[in-house]
């Protein structure tokens, strides 16, 4: 195998953030992120205190998302979120920028809400991914196109402090033609893209759409450090069978689906 488990296992980030998870689901989740010796988890901001009592000694981190799934609270609200996440034993926070204001080409006010959370995590020794939803970047916005407009957010992001980018929250759905609702989450494209727009300083996070190990390997192979996923049970088992039978990588593909 190219990669060590080790090296797969401790780019998970876990997530357990339907809305539908029952107390006994989230505690499972941490559990098996546990069993399985992921990097994190990536829990709703009122189960952070449980899940960092759960997760205690296990060496796994716990993530807490901030204006999730859709960035569209105030600047504030997110400043308030990351400090009781933080005081609540969140070591990494994922939030969502405003789209709404990035479309609008409000650079200056994209900048400092990042930035206002990227301070206060930082001043509990928390770091932070950000979502750019780029489902919702498709067409362009501002004047720009798709890819500039990527592009340009990921320096936003790096200006005003992040440690990571993140491709998309796993819930950023968006109409189709047939009137029902769907997204691509993480693409090799949209990875190559930020992995190149931003310094070495900032990571990249793959989310949505990585759904086996291949997948994974494949993330990782585009210079992603992390990924959100809900398939880590069937990732890591896939691992230890093919490690078990001397068996190689195959050829991971990524882009269709979500987390």
């Known amino acids: 195998m190219k990669y060590s488990y080790e090296d797969l296992a401790g780019m998970i980030d876990h997530s357990l953030l339907h809305p539908t998870m029952t107390d006994a689901d989230l505690q499972a989740g941490c559990e098996l992120a546990a069993r399985y010796r992921v990097a994190s988890v990536c829990i709703k901001p009122y189960a952070v205190a449980a899940a960092a009592e759960w997760l205690r000694g296990s060496g796994v981190k716990v993530g807490a998302v901030v204006g999730f799934p859709h960035g569209n609270c105030s600047t504030e609200s997110k400043r308030y979120e990351t400090e009781l996440a933080c005081r609540d034993g969140a070591d990494e926070i994922d939030m969502v920028i ?151 990588d195959a050829d991971g593909k990524i882009g269709q689906g979500g987390y």
């Open 98 to 248: 405003n789209v709404g204001k990035a479309l609008s080409g409000d650079w200056g006010w994209v900048e400092q809400d990042i930035r206002t959370v990227c301070e206060q995590a930082h001043s509990a020794s928390a770091k932070v991914k950000v979502i750019l939803e780029n489902d919702y970047l498709t067409e362009g916005g501002a004047g720009l196109n798709s890819e500039e407009i990527k592009q340009r957010l990921c320096r936003i992001c790096e200006q005003a402090g992040a440690d990571w980018v993140k491709t998309s929250s796993g819930y950023g759905f968006v109409k189709q033609p047939d009137g029902s609702y769907g997204y691509r989450g993480a693409t090799q494209e949209d990875l190559q893209l930020m992995r190149a727009a931003c310094s070495e300083r900032v990571q990249v996070k793959a989310a949505g759409g990585v759904r086996d190990l291949d997948g994974l390997i494949r993330v990782r192979d585009l210079g992603a450090s992390r990924c959100g996923a809900t398939a880590t049970a069937a990732m890591l088992d896939e691992y230890r069978r093919r490690e078990a039978a001397g068996e190689g």
